[in-house]
T-cell receptor
Framework: DTGVSQNPRHKITKRGQNVTFRCDPISEHNRLYWYRQTLGQGPEFLTY????????KSRLLSDRFSAERPKGSFSTLEIQRTEQGDSAMYLC??????????????FGPGTRLTVL | GQNIDQPTEMTATEGAIVQINCTYQTSGFNGLFWYQQHAGEAPTFLSYNVLDGLEEKGRFSSFLSRSKGYSYLLLKELQMKDSASYLC??????????????WGLGTSLAVNP
């Protein structure tokens, strides 16, 4: 098991450009989460998938953000028309089924986005 | 509302013991997690508590009191590499399959020589 992977690890873009990040969860995990984190803050929930179904999306998330998990495996997070305020670490996590300790979320290394 | 409180910063000395507290108010309770996060890295799982009491795992222990909405993470024999942010997260009870966690802002621990 190679754990959760994310690509790219770093992304620098100009304001107004679109960016897409990819997350590959732990293979047997059916739950996948996207978070955003800025310096000195805890992870901020963005969205959550169980298999291919997107079950919740943060109300704080603007329409510029969209996520997909088409086959219930990897997921992509797209940000359209990026703004400087989007600069943050974008974290992906996955967890298994069954409740209890299987709710433990395992994080990927994150994608650090810098919007110039 | 749902809320998790933990101190913003703590300082301790190498070799000492430090206790990081976490209090929570959530709609129901399915479990409490502690994560460690080094600067610029992703959070890594430390411990999970669902029943009252102390869970020991090497130099790290985690305690839970469900009636008081309180947990602490105890770090013994502190090492310089323990300098990190420690995040408390709670799984509230929800209908259906939503397993979203409620996260604290993290406690930044500095270990000094």
């Amino acid at each position: 098991d190679t754990g959760v992977s994310q690509n790219p690890r770093h992304k620098i873009t100009k304001r107004g450009q679109n960016v897409t990040f990819r997350c590959d969860p732990i293979s047997e995990h059916n739950r996948l989460y996207w978070y955003r984190q800025t310096l000195g803050q805890g992870p901020e929930f963005l969205t959550y998938f169980q298999n291919e179904a997107q079950l919740e999306k943060s109300r704080l998330l603007s329409d510029r953000f969209s996520a997909e998990r088409p086959k219930g495996s990897f997921s992509t997070l797209e940000i359209q028309r990026t703004e400087q305020g989007d600069s943050a670490m974008y974290l992906c996590a996955s967890s298994g089924v069954g409740g209890g300790s299987t709710d433990t979320q395992y994080f990927g290394p994150g994608t650090r986005l810098t919007v110039l | 509302g749902q809320n998790i409180d933990q101190p913003t910063e703590m300082t301790a000395t190498e070799g000492a013991i430090v206790q990081i507290n976490c209090t929570y108010q959530t709609s129901g309770f399915n479990g409490l997690f502690w994560y460690q996060q080094h600067a610029g890295e992703a959070p890594t799982f430390l411990s999970y508590n669902v029943l009252d009491g102390l869970e020991e795992k090497g130099r790290f222990s985690s305690f839970l009191s469900r009636s008081k909405g309180y947990s602490y993470l105890l770090l013994k024999e502190l090492q310089m590499k323990d300098s990190a942010s420690y995040l408390c997260a709670v799984s509230p009870r929800r209908a259906g399959n939503n397993r979203k966690l409620i996260w604290g802002l993290g406690t930044s621990l500095a270990v000094n020589p």
